[in-house]
């Protein structure tokens, strides 16, 4: 059973479009939702995260966006640039630390 | 900014040899965690160590153990290496009382022959 669910798979935005990736959880005992972002063959890098009692969180071209009623998370790039094509990753923490993923989305710019 | 070590970034097993994997967490840091990710796939949490002992384990086949030493680092032992155990490694590690999350390293890509 997977505890976060992420859609889209894949994701294909032209330059300067918004890529919007959305994720959904269950288990109320997670407390903080970081999103990951990951090029082939590297480590995941921390993007951006939020807290649950926080509705928005942006930084720069990244915004997340919570809705902690109906258990919804998302993640927004505004003015998409083709260095941001990557695999992205929404996450849940437990209160003892442990993260579990989401499956991933394949974004792709189109220059 | 001192990021998460890990070595080797690549390594290549026959089936049945055994593999060590090390970590060096960030300075400060004293917990790490290990996570396999396969072709396509998201991480996978394997274990996670908080000062030196195991806090926590996920799907961790019985022929990994794993231990974080008094510095901190840590290292995955894998055993009996099997075909499917062809993946990238993860190590990542946070400060257990910051808010901060989990960073992670670069990896090990282990490719079992």
């Known amino acids: 059973q997977q505890q976060v669910k992420q859609s889209p798979q894949s994701l294909i935005v032209q330059k300067g479009g918004i890529s919007i990736i959305n994720c959904a959880y269950e288990n109320t005992a997670f407390d903080y939702f970081p999103w990951y972002q990951q090029f082939p063959g590297k480590g995941p890098a921390l993007l951006i995260a939020?807290?649950?009692?926080?509705s928005e969180k942006k930084e720069g071209r990244f915004t997340i966006s919570f809705n902690k009623s109906a258990k919804q998370f998302s993640l927004h790039i505004m003015d998409s640039q083709p260095g941001d094509s990557a695999t992205y990753f929404c996450?849940?923490?437990?209160?003892?630390?442990?993260?579990?993923f989401g499956k991933g989305t394949r974004l792709h710019i189109l220059p | 900014a001192a990021g998460v070590i890990q070595s080797p970034r690549h390594l290549i097993k026959e089936k049945r040899e055994t593999a060590t994997l090390k970590c060096y967490p960030i300075?400060?840091?004293?917990?790490v965690y290990w996570y396999q990710q396969g072709p396509g796939q998201d991480p996978q949490f394997l274990i996670s160590f908080y000062e030196k002992m195991q806090s926590d384990k996920g799907s961790i086949p019985d022929r990994f153990s794993a231990q974080q030493f008094s510095d901190y680092h840590s290292e995955l032992n894998m055993s009996s290496l099997e075909l499917g155990d062809s993946a990238l490694y993860f190590c990542?590690?946070?400060?257990?009382?910051?808010?901060?999350?989990?960073?992670f390293g670069p990896g090990t890509r282990l490719l079992v022959l």
């Open positions: 990542a590690s946070s400060f257990s009382s910051g808010v901060e999350t989990q960073y």
């Open positions: 939020i807290r649950p009692d926080v």
């Open positions: 300075p400060r840091h004293d917990t």
């Open positions: 996450a849940a923490r437990f209160r003892d630390d442990k993260i579990i």
